[in-house]
């Protein structure tokens, strides 16, 4: 699966949205997240987003390894929507998310 990491924290560019063929990347409240079950592993996100913040799960950077974890325990309570458009902006963040200072300037 691909992960959402660090760079896109406050920032929520959305153009990964747009390209997802499957839906499969949610909204909370400070970031989003992809579905590790409903992606398909098609890679189309990764390239446009404008901050970089995509990686396939092999390639995420150490110091973002907990991101992985976080684009898990973001669906504990949601399951599999399958489909982040008909849910829309969830109003949650895992709890390390949640208490990052502010970023993205
Ligand atoms: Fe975030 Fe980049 Fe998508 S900033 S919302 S992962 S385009
Ligand atoms: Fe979606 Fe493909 Fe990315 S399934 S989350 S656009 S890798």
């Known amino acids: 699966t691909y992960s959402i990491a660090e760079p896109c924290v406050d920032v929520l560019d959305k153009a990964c949205i747009?390209?997802?063929p499957v839906d499969?990347?949610?909204e909370g409240n400070r970031m989003l997240y992809i579905h590790p079950d409903e992606c398909v592993d098609c890679g189309?996100?990764?390239p446009v987003c404008p901050v970089e913040a995509i990686f396939y799960e092999d390639d995420v950077p150490e110091q973002w390894s907990g991101y992985v974890s976080a684009?898990?325990?973001f669906f504990d309570d949601l399951g599999s929507p399958g489909g982040a458009a008909k849910l829309g902006k969830v109003d949650y963040d895992p709890p390390f998310i949640k208490a990052l200072p502010p970023m993205g300037e």
Do not use: K, S, W
Request: proline share 0%; with cysteine; aromatic share 8%.
């Open 71 to 73: 684009n898990v325990d």
């Open 18 to 20: 747009e390209e997802c």
């Open 44 to 46: 189309a996100c990764e």
């Open 24 to 26: 499969c990347i949610y």
